[in-house]
C-alpha cells in the first residue's frame, strides 16, 4: 500500500514516530504497545525486548545490505517501507468514542465554569473539533454539574491529546489542570457512562429528569451539524432511550428529582423548622431553573415570594400557571433592594459575572432571629452568580452547586436498589448499542461488493452490446441492461443477507462479521484502500490547505 508524503509527515506522529534515519543500521523490527497489537503476528524475545510488531520480510533490508553494500535508494525504499508498515498498522485500528469529562465529581465548580460551552456555541465547538487531525465525530455535553465531549477519534491517544488542548485554548484553563481533574473513558465504558449519565445514574439527585432534556439537547442542536455523525449521533440517540426507559421501569425518579428540587431541599435544610412558612423567599433568574425552583418552593408549602428577572414575559407565564402563589415581579436593577428584604435567595441566571460579591452583601440589612441571622445564597448557576467571598461575612452563607451533595445523602439504600436495577437495564442496552456499532463494520464491504460487481456487470453489458451492433433499438437495449442488473442484484441478494444484521443477536454479529471477512477475501476487497485510511488522508490534506 504506498503512502503519499503528506502522510508520512508530523500531522501523523504514528509515522515519524516510527521512521529510521537512512543512515541508521538496517532496521529489523518496529517496537510498538503491545496492547495495540491487531492484525499483525508479534514474536517474543527478539533482543530481549518482550513483545514486538514483526515486520514482514519485504520490510527488511535485503542480504546485501546487511553484508554493508547499502546504496542509497535502497536504505530510501527500506525506509518508506517501514513507513508504509507502520501507516498499515495504523490505519487498520478501529475508530474509537472516547469521552474526556469533568464533572462535579472530579472537578471543582470553579474550573468546570471556565469550561462551560454554552447551547449557543456547541455547533462551532463541534466544527472546532472535527478539524483537529484525529478527530472524526464530536458532540459538547455541558450543563452545571457537568463539562463532557465525545469524539470518535482515529487515534485514542492522540485523539485525547488534541482534544484537552482545545479545551486548555478555548477556555484559559491549563492543561495540567485539565488533566489533574478530567476523567476518561473509552468505547463500552463511554457509551455506558452516558446511559448512565442519562439515567441520572451520574446526577447529584438520583432519576435526575433535567439531565435527560438536556441529552434530547445535545441530539436536537447536533442535527444537520457537521461532525455529529452516525456514531456519536447514534450514541446520543440510544442514550435517551435508555433514560426513558430506566425511568419507566424502575421508577428512579420519585422524589427530588432536579438540581432545582435539591437546592430547595437544601434550604429547608438550613433553616430552622419553624420558620419554613414565613422566611421570606427571593429567585433571581425565572429561566428554566428558576422556573423549577419556583415549582419546588410551592410544593414545600410556600405561597409568596419575590422573583426578579430581565423581563416580565417569563414571570407572568408562571404567576398564570401557579395562580394560588403571590409572585411578585422585580426588574433586574432592583435585584440588590430586593436581596435586603430577603432571607433566601436562590440564583439561577446565565450572566457570566458574579450577581453578589462581597461589597454587595456586607451592607444589606440583617435579617431576623428567625432564621438565625443567617442570609442564605443558594448559587445554582454554572458559572457561579454569588462570589464565594460571601462566606467570609459572618451574616451570609453561600451554597453552590457542589453543596448539594447533603440533599442527596438521604435514603441511600433505596437509591443503591434503584440503581442497581436500572445498571441491569444499561448493561443491556450497552450490549446492543455496541452490537449495532459492531455491524457498521460490514458496510463498507457492502459497498466494495457492490460496486466489484457492478464493474463487472458494466463490462460485461459494453462486449454484449459491440457485438450486438449499432442498430438495436433502445428498448433492447434497456431490456438487456435491466436483465444484466436483475441477475447481478439476485446473486448479490444472498451475501448481502449475511452482510447484514440488528445487532440483537450475538451470534447473528459474530456469523456477520465472519462474513464480512469471508467475502473480503474471496473477492479480494481488502485491496482497496481502507475506509480510515482515507479519512486520515483526507484530514491532512485538509490541514495542509
Known amino acids: 500500500m504506498a503512502i503519499p508524503t503528506a502522510l508520512s509527515g508530523a500531522k501523523l506522529e504514528s509515522l515519524s514516530s516510527s521512521s529510521v534515519p537512512a543512515t541508521s543500521p538496517a532496521p529489523i523490527g518496529l517496537f510498538c504497545n503491545p496492547g495495540r497489537v491487531r492484525r499483525v503476528s508479534i514474536q517474543k524475545g527478539l533482543f530481549n ?82 478539524n483537529l487531525n484525529h478527530i472524526e465525530e464530536a458532540a459538547v455535553l455541558s450543563t452545571c454539574n457537568r463539562m463532557e465531549i465525545y469524539v470518535v477519534a482515529l487515534s485514542q491517544h492522540r485523539g485525547v491529546k488534541e482534544v484537552t488542548e482545545w479545551m486548555s485554548k478555548t477556555s484559559g484553563v491549563p492543561v495540567t489542570e485539565i488533566c489533574k481533574h478530567r476523567f476518561l473513558l473509552y468505547n463500552n465504558d463511554a457509551t455506558q457512562h452516558l446511559f448512565e449519565v442519562s439515567a441520572g445514574l451520574d446526577s447529584l439527585v438520583l432519576g435526575e429528569g433535567q439531565i435527560l432534556a438536556q441529552v434530547k439537547q ?61 422566611s421570606r423567599m427571593l429567585v433571581i433568574g425565572a429561566g428554566k431553573m428558576g422556573k423549577l425552583v419556583i415549582k419546588h418552593l410551592v410544593a414545600k408549602g410556600c405561597t409568596k415570594m419575590v422573583v426578579v428577572n430581565r423581563s416580565e414575559d417569563r414571570v407572568s407565564v408562571i404567576r398564570e400557571e401557579m395562580k394560588d402563589v403571590e409572585i411578585i415581579y422585580k426588574p433586574l436593577n432592583e ?12 440564583t439561577s441566571t446565565a450572566s457570566e459575572t458574579p450577581l453578589f460579591m462581597k461589597e454587595h452583601v456586607v451592607d444589606l440589612p440583617p435579617v431576623g432571629p428567625s432564621v438565625e441571622g443567617l442570609r442564605l445564597f443558594i448559587d445554582i448557576s454554572v458559572p457561579r452568580n454569588v462570589g464565594a467571598c460571601v462566606n467570609e461575612l459572618e451574616s451570609a452563607r453561600v451554597y453552590n452547586v457542589d453543596d448539594l451533595k447533603e440533599v442527596v ?23 446492543q448499542f455496541e452490537a449495532w456499532r459492531d455491524s457498521l463494520e460490514t458496510v463498507p464491504t457492502i459497498k466494495k461488493l457492490r460496486a466489484y460487481a457492478e464493474r463487472i456487470r458494466l463490462a460485461e453489458l459494453e462486449k454484449c452490446m459491440s457485438k450486438m451492433g449499432d442498430d438495436i433499438s433502445k428498448k433492447t437495449k434497456k431490456a438487456v441492461d435491466d436483465l444484466s442488473r436483475g441477475i447481478v442484484n439476485k446473486l448479490l441478494h444472498g451475501p448481502m443477507q449475511h452482510l447484514r444484521c440488528d445487532g440483537s443477536d450475538s451470534r447473528t454479529l459474530s ?3 465472519e462474513n464480512m471477512h469471508a467475502l473480503n477475501r474471496m473477492f479480494s476487497l481488502e485491496t482497496d ?12 490534506e485538509q490541514t495542509q490547505k
Open 218 to 278: 445535545v441530539v436536537k442542536v447536533g442535527q444537520g451539524v457537521t461532525g455529529f455523525e452516525r456514531n456519536i449521533s447514534g450514541l446520543f440517540k440510544h442514550a435517551i432511550t435508555v433514560g426513558k426507559r430506566v425511568r419507566t421501569e424502575t421508577n428512579i425518579a420519585a422524589g427530588a428529582v432536579s438540581v432545582s428540587s435539591a437546592a430547595v431541599e437544601l434550604a429547608l435544610m438550613k433553616l430552622p423548622e419553624s420558620s419554613h412558612a414565613t
Open 409 to 431: 445523602a438521604a435514603n441511600k439504600e433505596d437509591r443503591l436498589r434503584k440503581a442497581m436495577e436500572a445498571q441491569a437495564i444499561i448493561s443491556e442496552e450497552s450490549k
Open 49 to 130: 525486548s518482550g513483545i514486538r510488531c514483526k515486520v514482514a520480510a519485504s520490510d527488511v533490508l535485503d542480504q546485501s545490505q546487511s553484508n554493508g553494500n547499502v546504496t542509497n535508494s535502497s536504505s530510501l525504499s527500506a525506509l518508506e517501507q517501514l513507513k508504509t508498515s507502520a501507516a498499515d498498522r495504523y490505519t487498520k485500528e478501529r475508530s474509537s468514542i472516547v469521552v474526556i469529562g469533568l464533572s462535579i465529581h472530579t472537578t471543582p465548580v470553579e474550573v468546570r465554569e471556565k469550561l462551560a460551552i454554552p447551547e449557543a456555541e456547541w455547533p462551532r465547538a463541534i466544527g472546532e473539533l472535527c
Open 529 to 540: 484502500i481502507s475506509v480510515l485510511e482515507q479519512k486520515i488522508r483526507a484530514k491532512v
Open 335 to 346: 435585584m440588590l433592594n430586593c436581596a435586603a428584604e430577603a432571607d433566601v435567595i436562590f
Open 511 to 513: 456469523e456477520t462479521l
